[in-house]
């Protein structure tokens, strides 16, 4: 080396000395200093260009100023300036290792990860070049190490992993690379989605750690992949084998506070999954301990805090809960500058509020948080905590005002954290818990329209969706009108579609559908609603909160539906649904309200016996909600209404009497079973037994004073004791307890009605008439109190008429009319009442005067005039329908008003020979139709898919009155009345709307089989006597012409107990032939109806019939023919014209089924028969036919190949051959 060499050389040394020196006095923390650093090394590096200590120096300060540097730009221009230096000394393993020191510098500043990937290719090039550096190495790992936070596709990630390993492998006893590649795995354990891989990935890591077991920066990575995993198990038993592990590395480095920290963190994981308090607080203790070690770790304060709040959510002692949180408080007040300790101590603090019971602890408690929240007013992680406590405190508050200041102070946190989720969701709760307070649907609508507001600031948050949901839902469970309902559900169906992933959005989305469900009206809408819940669940099917909110939109529907069918198409989807979800008891509940809904709807007892088990199965599995029982004592409820044997109820009441035992402090089951108890005691018969249940009933009502439907069926109960005590004594008590119950439910439509109830019954039991004017008093004081009752007034028009028929004078009667029919003027737009007082009026009142005068002579002049009257004021009244006298009051329409006496009068005679000849006892004698054999065929005649057992179906027919042999057919009474016979050729000719069948008493009859039994070769059918109906009074002789309508059973049901419907069979009224003498019709001073001829007669029928026949001629010869009331006349005949014939016949001994049916296009009830040469119509009856003996004629053919199927079908029937002899 020359002289100048050596001055260059001492020269640059004296310069990298000064370099040196200004090195170590850089304050590092400044960056200014640290420029001016870089910059002095800048200087010297340019004095010696060619010097590799002083490159090295130069690219030293570099790196240090790289790492300080924040701007992602300064970085770069850092980096670029140490690459010229590496690139000028590629050859310098030292230049090279900073150089890739500042490289990871950049790598970790760097967001794309394309820029990333490019600084992992330049490290890897210098790795390359480089790769017996164990300095080189370590940092290309951690640059790798960077880029894993950045990937995304698991191929890459596990592709980086490999090529870190592959760098690991070659510094296999490098504890610093080591410490780098379990650095990878960590971030490799805490990217996988795969446990498996997870596992594995940690098991490598143990690799590492054994082999590097003295390394503490080893070993905390290895306890924090522990920690990782130990995050994602699921078993009990697969975190604590974890926590043994890093527990047994933590006792190693028993003085690593960093190492204590990542043990502590895996006892926190631990501490979440156990259930047991035992083993929760044996954890709290191990953390204790290291907490106590490292007594000034902040992060190990952290996590200790954390595990106390794990220990909070299982303490049942209200003291254990509040010695814990003192813990929490005394780590906390260690650590009162530390924002991550008061996190977790405020978040025990909400632990603490939502578990406490007073309401002045909870205030209290939220003051503590408010406390530390104000500390550090700064923290959005302790603003979230505090606004999660002022939401426990809201939902516990009642106060309206005071829900709106805490609500009020959560806005104050959100306004201050106007960009934090977490704080937004948070206050989004407030807002629905002040929803659910509000009564004004204004104040609720404000309140929607804030969550809206913080919604559209964070449309992107499933969070604040969800909460905002629920908001939309209490809206729409407020809103009365369909289309604010529809408008609710619009907004909710839009956060649905956003977040259609979320099933805490869904199940808000669903309980929005179903409260739209509830208040539509069309059945259309309604199903398009659960339509769109059903798309819902489908998605979600093993969601329990959505499958309980569709169960619900599936009962509303089920309610609304009318066809059995539709409504058990429904419940069976509510049943897949229970059986899903066979543990949930909301699931449950509203599957036993669909049955009760299908129970309401079926009419078989047999139906409602399967679906009550039903109900009984579920309820038995949640036999301790009170939610399930109220819908099966319901269905209990329903299947008692629907049973007829006592025995039956009897086993449903007590049934209902366990449930309620059960549940006696639900007044709902109250109310349920003493409605059970209502039917019960409708049907017993021992007054015993009736006293009994109404013990049971009222010992209810005493524990349910306050309970309106507990108090109306008690009423009812008694009102049922009434009708069976016989002691005054007795029924006044009885009455008296029913009215200091109306009194306690003075302003009870419902209790109302039950007590006038009890007042008509009392009234109906008084004797005096003095007594019974004052109970009709009361009730008419209670209806002037519910003027606007139906039920009220039925009762009240009823008591009247009560009234009146004891009283019996045609002033008292006619002035009860008009009452009455003052009230029905007034319920006339009401079709359920409207049709009852219709029947009042009709049965009741004209019905009393019309049929209780037995003797012709008194329905007279005094009678007949105050049915006209009345008559007059119901054809003034537009639509009123008054059943039995529908076809009078339209022939007296058109009459003058003084010949409506004589019409009224003959309406009455002709009833009067109606009930005369009807058959009032079906056991007296025997009764047939002889027929030919191949019509008997037709009657037995099976389906041939007759799926059902075997059965007669055939039906007997009525045929038109034109076809009957008797060429006088029709005419034998108006000869006797002496009305004259037409001459005119075409009228016999016009066809007649009257069909008939014929039977006879004139059983296996010489005569019968030869004119009516195919000449002995046919069969005479005896009839069953039930196959027919008797009537017992003139009422119930029905006029035939009138056009009966089919009674809206519906309607009828609506209004309950006011009139018990009449079980109306199909059965046809049988009348006798009367059989008049052939010289009366030319002689009047004969009797017309001799007993000789008419057997089937007795003496005072056939004398009522001769005296009615009598005043009818007589009435008859003073009306004046081709005049109106002539025609009105000769219509009221036509009743009676089929029931007379000469007696020529009388040997017959004829009985007929008689009906009329228009002969028009729509009249669907006739029926064309086109077996023979020329079609004929008939009529059948409506029932099968019910055979109690077929006999064979005696020529009838092979009758052992009948009698088989007639065994088949019916067992009962007997069968013979005529012993009768004929030619």
Same mark, same amino acid.
């Given at each position: 080396m020359n002289d100048d060499q050596n001055k260059d050389f001492e020269a640059m040394q004296k310069s990298l000395k000064e370099l040196e020196d200004i090195i170590s006095k850089t304050n590092f923390s400044d960056i200014k200093d640290i420029n001016n650093t870089v910059a002095k090394a800048y200087d010297i590096y340019k004095k010696f260009p060619d010097s590799e200590a002083v490159a090295f120096r130069y690219v030293s300060t570099l790196d240090t100023l790289a790492s300080s540097q924040k701007s992602l730009a300064d970085i770069e221009s850092t980096v670029a300036k140490a690459y010229g230096v590496y690139e000028r000394f590629s050859d310098s393993e030292e230049v090279a290792s900073q150089y890739v020191r500042t490289l990871d510098s950049l790598a970790e500043t760097q967001d794309s990860l394309a820029d990333v990937e490019s600084t992992v290719a330049k490290a890897s090039g210098v790795y390359e070049r480089f790769s017996d550096s164990e300095e080189v190495?370590?940092?290309?790992?951690?640059?790798?190490?960077?880029?894993?936070?950045?990937? &995304?596709? @698991?191929?890459?990630?596990?592709?980086?992993?490999?090529?870190?390993?592959?760098?690991?492998?070659?510094?296999?006893?490098?504890?610093?690379?080591?410490?780098?590649?379990?650095?990878?795995?960590?971030?490799?354990?805490? #990217?996988?989605?795969?446990?498996?891989?997870?596992?594995?990935?940690?098991?490598?890591?143990?690799?590492? /750690?054994? $082999?590097?077991?003295?390394?503490?920066?080893?070993?905390?990575?290895?306890?924090?992949?522990?920690?990782?995993?130990?995050?994602? *198990? =699921?078993?009990?038993?697969?975190?604590?084998?974890?926590?043994?592990?890093?527990?047994?590395?933590?006792?190693?480095?028993?003085?690593?506070?960093?190492?204590?920290?990542?043990?502590? $963190?895996?006892?926190?994981?631990?501490?979440?999954?156990?259930?047991?308090?035992?083993?929760?607080?044996?954890?709290?203790?191990?953390?204790? %301990?290291?907490?106590?070690?490292?007594?000034?770790?902040? &992060?190990?304060?952290?996590?200790?805090?954390?595990?106390?709040?794990?220990?909070?959510?299982?303490?049942?002692?209200?003291?254990?809960?509040?010695?814990?949180?003192?813990?929490?408080?005394?780590?906390?007040?260690r650590f009162f500058d530390s924002e991550e300790v008061a996190f977790q101590y405020v978040s025990t603090l909400y632990t603490l509020a939502s578990r406490l019971e007073s309401l002045d602890d909870i205030k209290s408690t939220v003051a503590k948080a408010y406390g530390v929240y104000e500390r550090f007013s700064d923290s959005e992680a302790v603003a979230f905590r505090y606004v999660s406590t002022l939401d426990t405190l809201a939902s516990r508050l009642e106060s309206l005002d005071d829900i709106k200041s805490t609500v009020a102070k959560a806005y104050g946190v959100y306004e201050r954290f106007s960009d934090s989720e977490e704080v937004a969701s948070q206050y989004v709760r407030t807002l629905d818990t002040l929803a659910e307070t509000q009564d004004s649907l204004a104040d609720v609508e404000s309140t929607e329209a804030k969550a809206s507001g913080v919604y559209e600031r964070f449309s992107d948050s499933e969070e604040v969706a969800s909460q905002y949901v629920r908001t939309l839902d209490t809206l729409a469970e407020t809103q009365d009108s369909l289309a604010d309902v529809e408008s609710t559900e619009a907004k909710a169906s839009g956060v649905y579609e956003r977040f259609s992933d979320s099933e805490e959005v869904a199940f808000r989305y669903v309980s929005t559908l179903d409260t739209l469900a509830r208040i539509q009206k069309s059945l259309d809408d309604i199903e398009s609603t659960v339509a769109k819940a059903s798309v819902i669940y489908e998605k979600f099917p093993d969601s329990e909160a959505v499958a309980s909110q569709y169960v619900s939109t599936l009962y509303t529907l089920a309610s609304r539906l009318e066809s059995l069918d539709d409504i058990k198409s429904t419940v069976a989807k509510v049943s897949v649904i229970y059986e899903r979800f066979s543990d949930s008891e909301e699931v449950a509940?509203?599957?036993?309200?669909? !049955?009760?809904?299908?129970?309401?709807?079926?009419?078989?007892?047999?139906?409602?016996?399967?679906? &009550?088990?039903?109900?009984?199965?579920?309820? =038995?599995?949640?036999?301790?909600? =009170?939610?399930?029982?109220?819908?099966?004592?319901?269905?209990?409820?329903?299947?008692? #209404?629907?049973?007829?044997?006592?025995?039956? +109820?009897?086993?449903? &009441?007590?049934?209902?009497?366990?449930?309620?035992?059960?549940? @006696?402090?639900?007044?709902?089951?109250?109310?349920?079973?003493?409605?059970? *108890?209502?039917?019960?005691?409708?049907?017993?018969?021992?007054?015993?037994?009736?006293?009994?249940?109404?013990?049971?009933?009222?010992?209810?009502?005493?524990?349910?004073?306050?309970?309106?439907?507990?108090? /109306?069926?008690?009423?009812?109960?008694?009102?049922?004791?009434?009708?069976? !005590?016989?002691?005054?004594?007795? +029924?006044? !008590?009885?009455?008296?307890?029913?009215?200091?119950?109306?009194?306690?439910?003075?302003?009870?439509?419902?209790?109302?009605?039950?007590?006038?109830?009890?007042? /008509?019954?009392?009234?109906? #039991?008084?004797?005096?008439?003095?007594?019974?004017?004052?109970?009709?008093?009361?009730?008419?004081? +209670?209806?002037?109190?519910?003027?606007?009752?139906?039920?009220?007034?039925?009762?009240?028009?009823?008591?009247?008429?009560?009234?009146?028929?004891?009283?019996?004078?045609?002033?008292?009667?006619?002035?009860?009319f008009d009452k009455v029919i003052e009230i029905y003027k007034k319920f006339s737009n009401k079709a359920n009442i409207r049709n009852l007082l219709e029947d009042i009026i009709s049965e009741d009142i004209i019905g009393n005067i019309f049929y209780s005068n037995d003797n012709p002579d008194s329905f007279n002049s005094d009678v007949v005039p105050v049915i006209k009257k009345m008559f007059n004021t119901i054809i003034e009244l537009d639509g009123f329908k008054l059943p039995g006298y529908a076809p009078l009051i339209e022939l007296l329409k058109?009459?003058?008003?003084?010949?409506?006496?004589?019409?009224?009068?003959?309406?009455?005679?002709?009833?009067?020979?109606? /009930?005369?000849?009807?058959?009032?006892?079906?056991?007296?004698?025997?009764? %047939?139709?002889?027929?030919? %054999?191949?019509?008997?065929?037709?009657?037995?005649?099976?389906? @041939?898919?007759?799926?059902?057992?075997?059965?007669? =179906? %055939?039906?007997? #027919?009525?045929?038109?009155?034109?076809?009957?042999n008797d060429p006088e057919e029709g005419t034998i009474l108006d000869k006797f009345l002496g009305i004259s016979e037409s001459d005119n050729l075409e009228d016999s000719l016009k066809p007649s709307p009257w069909f008939l069948m014929s039977l006879t008493t004139a059983i296996d009859d010489l005569a019968m089989w030869s004119q009516y039994g195919a000449r002995a070769e046919g069969v005479c059918l005896v009839f069953k006597p039930d196959s027919f109906k008797v009537v017992k009074s003139m009422a119930e002789a029905e006029w035939m012409k009138e056009k009966k309508a089919t009674p809206n059973l519906k309607e009828k049901k609506a209004t309950p107990n006011l009139k018990k419907n009449i079980d109306s069979t199909n059965k046809d009224l049988l009348y006798r032939i009367c059989y008049l003498n052939e010289k009366s019709l030319n002689n009047s001073r004969l009797k017309a109806v001799k007993k000789d001829n008419n057997k089937m007669l007795n003496g005072a029928e056939i004398k009522i019939i001769n005296y009615c026949l009598k005043i009818i001629k007589s009435l008859v010869r003073e009306i004046k023919e081709n005049t109106l009331l002539y025609s009105a006349v000769e219509e009221c005949l036509e009743e009676i014209r089929y029931l007379f014939k000469v007696s020529d016949y009388s040997y017959e001994s004829e009985l007929r089924i008689l009906r009329y049916a228009d002969l028009t296009p729509d009249n669907n009830e006739i029926k064309i028969d086109n077996s023979g040469p020329v079609a004929k119509l008939y009529l059948e009856r409506d029932m099968p036919v019910q055979l109690k003996q077929v006999i064979f004629g005696p020529k009838f053919s092979n009758p052992e190949h009948v009698t088989p199927l007639l065994q088949l079908l019916d067992k009962d029937i007997k069968f013979k051959r005529s012993d009768r002899k004929f030619k």
């Open positions: 190495a370590y940092f290309y790992i951690s640059i790798l190490n960077t880029l894993l936070g950045r990937l &995304e596709s @698991s191929d890459d990630i596990k592709s980086t992993v490999a090529k870190a390993s592959g760098v690991y492998e070659r510094f296999l006893d490098s504890e610093e690379v080591a410490f780098q590649y379990i650095s990878t795995l960590y971030t490799l354990a805490s #990217r996988l989605e795969s446990l498996d891989d997870i596992k594995s990935t940690v098991a490598k890591a143990y690799g590492v /750690y054994e $082999r590097f077991s003295d390394s503490e920066a080893v070993a905390f990575r290895y306890v924090s992949t522990l920690d990782t995993l130990a995050s994602r *198990l =699921e078993s009990l038993g697969d975190i604590k084998s974890t926590e043994a592990k890093a527990s047994g590395v933590y006792e190693r480095f028993s003085d690593s506070e960093e190492l204590a920290s990542q043990y502590v $963190r895996t006892l926190d994981s631990l501490a979440e999954t156990q259930d047991s308090l035992a083993d929760v607080e044996s954890t709290v203790a191990k953390a204790y %301990g290291v907490y106590k070690r490292f007594s000034d770790s902040e &992060e190990v304060a952290y996590f200790y805090i954390s595990i106390l709040n794990t220990l909070l959510g299982r303490l049942e002692s209200s003291d254990d809960i509040k010695s814990t949180v003192a813990k929490a408080y005394g780590v906390y007040e509940f509203r599957y036993v309200s669909t !049955l009760d809904t299908l129970a309401s709807s079926q009419k078989s007892l047999d139906d409602v016996e399967s679906t &009550e088990a039903k109900a009984s199965g579920v309820y =038995e599995r949640f036999s301790d909600s =009170e939610a399930v029982a109220f819908p099966y004592v319901s269905t209990l409820d329903t299947l008692a #209404r629907i049973q007829k044997s006592l025995d039956d +109820i009897e086993s449903t &009441e007590a049934k209902a009497s366990g449930v309620y035992e059960r549940f @006696s402090d639900s007044e709902k089951v109250a109310f349920l079973y003493v409605s059970t *108890l209502d039917t019960l005691a409708r049907i017993q018969k021992s007054l015993a037994d009736i006293e009994s249940t109404e013990a049971k009933a009222s010992g209810v009502y005493e524990k349910f004073p306050d309970a309106e439907a507990v108090a /109306y069926f008690y009423v009812s109960i008694l009102n049922t004791l009434l009708g069976r !005590l016989e002691s005054s004594d007795d +029924i006044k !008590l009885t009455v008296a307890k029913a009215s200091v119950i109306y009194e306690r439910f003075s302003d009870s439509e419902a209790v109302a009605f039950q007590y006038v109830s009890t007042l /008509y019954t009392l009234a109906s #039991r008084l004797e005096s008439l003095d007594d019974i004017k004052s109970t009709v008093a009361k009730v008419s004081v +209670i209806y002037e109190k519910f003027p606007d009752s139906e039920a009220v007034a039925y009762v009240y028009a009823k008591a009247l008429v009560y009234l009146e028929s004891r009283q019996d004078t045609e002033q008292d009667l006619m002035k009860t058109d009459l003058e008003d003084s010949d409506k006496d004589q019409l009224i009068r003959i309406y009455w005679i002709v009833q009067k020979i109606k /009930y005369q000849l009807s058959i009032k006892d079906l056991s007296e004698k025997k009764f %047939g139709h002889y027929t030919s %054999g191949d019509v008997l065929q037709i009657l037995l005649k099976q389906s @041939s898919d007759n799926k059902r057992k075997y059965s007669i =179906e %055939g039906r007997t #027919r009525l045929g038109n009155v034109k076809y009957m």
